[in-house]
Every structure is written in C-alpha cells, then in structure tokens.
C-alpha cells in the first residue's frame, strides 16, 4: 500500500471452505482502565448436558473490546443475581457499576435452550426505579425504568457465540444509543510461507472466531472488498499472468470475473447501493479511477491525470470518491463528484496520506498518514479538516472501519510479524490480533449482517 501501484496479485488455487488456523487472539494494550464499568453476572444453567459456549465471558469480551466499558471481573462482583429481583443495587454501586446483565439458560429439549437475560441500569435500580416498558421474549411488558431490556430466546447449542454476540449488541446500544457491531464479520489476507499455498482469503467472525479459507493460492492476493449486503467479496488477482478483479459469493463459493483488462486491475469498492464498482484501472495508459456498472459492465472514468490515481473508496451517500493521488507531489488524499467529475484536494497535513475512507455518518475521513517518516493511523474531521493521530504503532496500513463507526481495523508490524490491530475512533483504546501461524494482512470490515 506505501506504494501507490507495482504490487504483485497473483492466481489463486480451488475455493475451500475449511479453518484457517490463523488463530486470532485479540489482546487488549491500551484504553480500559478509562472505560465504563459493567458486570456481565455467569448466567445460570438449568438442565442437564451443559452447552460449551459461556455467554457471559464472550459479551464481556465483546464490550471489552469495544473501548467504551469495562466488564469487571467475576472474582470481583458482589453477588452473582440470576434476575433483576436478586440485584442488591447498593452493593453494585460501591463497585462503581453502572450496569449489571444476568441471565439463564434452561434446557428445554435435545439441543434446544431457552436463553433469558435482564439489562440493568444500576443507579436506577438503587433510587427505586419507575413505571416504563421492557421487551421479553419478543413481547413489550410492563417493568420499571431501571430494566432497559429484557428477552427470552430460543436456540440450538451452535448459536450460542452468535447469540452471545446478539445480547452484546443489545446492550452496547442501550448504554451508548449507536448499535452494536459484534454481529459483523472481517476478511483478510493471511500468508503462511510454509504451506503449499501460502497465500489465504479468510473470512472470520469480527472476533477472529469460525475462520474460514475462501480462496487458497500460492502467489499473493489482495484487496477484498464487502458488498453492501454481506454476501460477497470482490478481490484482485493475477490469474493467468495479469491482473483481474473477481466478485465471489461467500456462502455459494460461485465466482465470476469483474475486469481483465491490459495492465493494472485494482482498488475495488463497491458503492453504497452495490449497485456500482469503483476500480483502479490503467487499461488507457495510465493508473485512473473508474466507476463500472456491475450488471452492465459499463465504464466512467473519473479521472484524467498524468500522475497515479489509486485507492478509491466511496462516500456514505455516493456521490463523492476520495481516493489517493500524486499529482501534488507525494500522494495526498483527493476526492471526485461522481456526477460532475469535479476534483479538489482534500488533505494538506503531513508528508503524505492515503488509504482514505469516510467514516459510515460522513463526518470523517480516516486514512493513513504518514509524518516524520512514521506511517499512523489518523481521522480527519470533515467539516473543520483538523486531523488527529490515532496510532503510534509502526508501519500501519490498510484502515477499515466498523460499520457502526466505532472502531478501525489495520494492518501493522508488532516485531517481524505483520499482524492485525483495532483502534478505537477517538484514540483512546487499542488491540491486537496477532495469529499464531502466519502473517494478517489487508483487513476488511463487513457491513452490519
């Protein structure tokens, strides 16, 4: 990516559907201490073959993750309440708790939970609560104001990481007011140089859980990019010795080729309505930017310049594209009006940017910046342009950003290894995702599934 073009993509092998083995393990470094404090109470299991899933520990995980609170720990709690009525609230507000999650699962038939949990506002718990409404089991009921949600679902012993993750989001939307992402899904290129086909396209949970390999290859891949409805990939390649761009279902395996043309086929993004393709193309000559009609497979060119154009990535609303230029120099960040073709320069600070995408609201544009030779992470506030540094790892690249807007994914060195890492957006909380078998690279945010 530090180089606009000249990359290698080369062909890939069969489309398998297996582990990857990548084993990504997120490792929190940085931002918890400043974060809210929560309890997610174990929930109670009645029955009698216990599923293997702990919900509690992966909605900790889940809220942990997400910068903004604090789950303490289960040695720490003062009482483990199965429902509201068990809370003693002056208890959790000694703990500094603000809101507290407890639960049950009762066996109800072979493989069959019912899986009930109760969100808490603390503070209102302990000044008496009030008259308000609450939804269980799908059914608005009549509670008090310190029940901010309460539901009973019924779920087979696969789902229950899925619907922990569901009650995660549940509960990161009450306490925030923006919905939860812990549904959403990453892709990413891993390499492990000692397999027979050591490059991968991966697509895994958002926590690197249920990893699966959609294309193995033994020469390098790159680029995926999500569809906006979250079934499908587009991807670069060089399959028969050139540069191609394929869309591939996730779910089916079927492929079919998007370009092929002389020269460079790169960059893709789909628009918001996935109707539309932006590309890097150089079929003219030149490295440009194009828009294709996917079912068409009509061409607009967006732009005409004897320096590299690269890296588009659409507006919310589609009717812009930044992308990354030389033409001033060293590459800045450029945006184009999809309807007029109008280009003006977008960012001034730093040495260079690029890897430019707007934040899912429009308000922001993250990108990489580079400054004092250190390659970072930063957002630039759209409307007053200032532009903040959200990482001070090394070599960091290939941004994308969670569809609720609260978090970045990115590719960095930790070591000599290249390895995935999260920042939230504001700075303050940052992870990593190393794997213990191989290198992670070119990450991609699903959008909400």
């Known amino acids: 990516m530090l180089k606009l073009i000249g990359k290698s993509l080369v062909a890939f092998a069969l489309v ?28 109670k299991f ?83 609560g009030g ?20 539901r009973e679902t019924t779920i087979s012993g696969d789902q229950f990481r899925q619907y922990a993750h569901r009650i995660s989001d549940i509960v990161y939307e009450k306490l925030t007011g923006e919905r939860g992402a812990f549904l959403t899904k990453i892709a990413y290129v891993l390499v492990r140089e000692k397999a027979d086909f050591k490059y991968q396209l991966v697509v895994a949970d958002y926590d690197g859980e249920n990893e699966q ?24 390649t060089f399959e028969k010795r050139q540069s191609q761009i394929y869309i591939q279902d996730i779910y089916t395996g079927r492929r079919s080729i998007l370009t092929s043309f002389k020269g460079i086929n790169g960059a893709p993004k789909w628009s918001p309505d996935g109707r539309k393709m932006a590309m890097v193309l150089s079929k003219d000559g030149n490295a440009e930017v194009y828009v294709m009609d996917i079912a068409t497979k009509a061409l607009t060119k ?31 960040i450029y945006s184009v009006n999809v309807a007029s073709g109008v280009t003006e320069r977008v960012t001034f600070e730093g040495e260079m940017n ?48 969670a569809p609720n807007g609260s978090m970045i994914i990115y590719s960095t060195l930790y070591g000599s290894s290249q390895v995935l890492a999260l920042v939230s957006m504001d700075g303050r909380f940052k992870a990593r995702l190393p794997a213990a078998n191989g290198r992670v690279k070119s990450p991609a945010w699903s959008p909400f599934l």
Not at 51 to 56: G, H, L, S, Y
Not at 131 to 142: P, V
Not at 213 to 225: N, Q, T
């Open 354 to 401: 690029l890897a430019a995408s707007y934040t899912p609201d429009g308000s922001g544009i993250v990108m990489v910046n580079r400054t004092n030779g250190q390659y970072n992470i930063a957002r630039m506030d759209v409307e007053s342009r200032y532009l903040q540094v959200l990482t001070r790892t090394y070599l960091d690249e290939s941004p994308s950003i």
């Open 213 to 236: 390999v959609l294309l193995r290859a033994k020469e390098p891949l790159m680029s995926p990019a999500w569809s906006p409805d979250g079934t499908k990939l587009a991807y670069v």
């Open 46 to 128: 009645e029955g009698n073959t216990l599923p293997n899933q702990r919900i509690a520990d992966i909605v900790s995980a889940d809220l942990m993750r997400s910068g903004k609170f604090n789950p303490i720990a289960a040695t720490r709690m003062p009482q483990q309440p199965t429902n509201s009525k068990e809370i003693d609230y002056q208890r959790w507000m000694k703990q500094g708790v603000e809101a507290v999650v407890t639960g049950t699962i009762r066996e109800v038939g072979v493989n069959r939970y019912a899986v009930r949990f109760e969100l808490v506002d603390v503070f209102k718990g302990a000044s008496g």
């Open 131 to 150: 008259s308000s409404s609450a939804i269980i089991g799908g059914q608005l009921t009549t509670g008090l104001s310190h029940i901010l949600d309460a």
């Open 302 to 332: 967006l732009t005409n310049h004897r320096r590299i154009d690269t890296e588009p990535s659409w507006a919310p609303d589609g009717s812009k594209i930044v992308f990354s230029s030389e033409r001033g120099g060293n590459p800045q």
């Open 16 to 43: 398998l559907s297996a582990k990857s083995y990548a084993s990504l393990e997120i490792v929190i470094t940085d931002g918890v201490d400043s974060a809210r404090p929560v309890a997610i109470v174990p929930f």
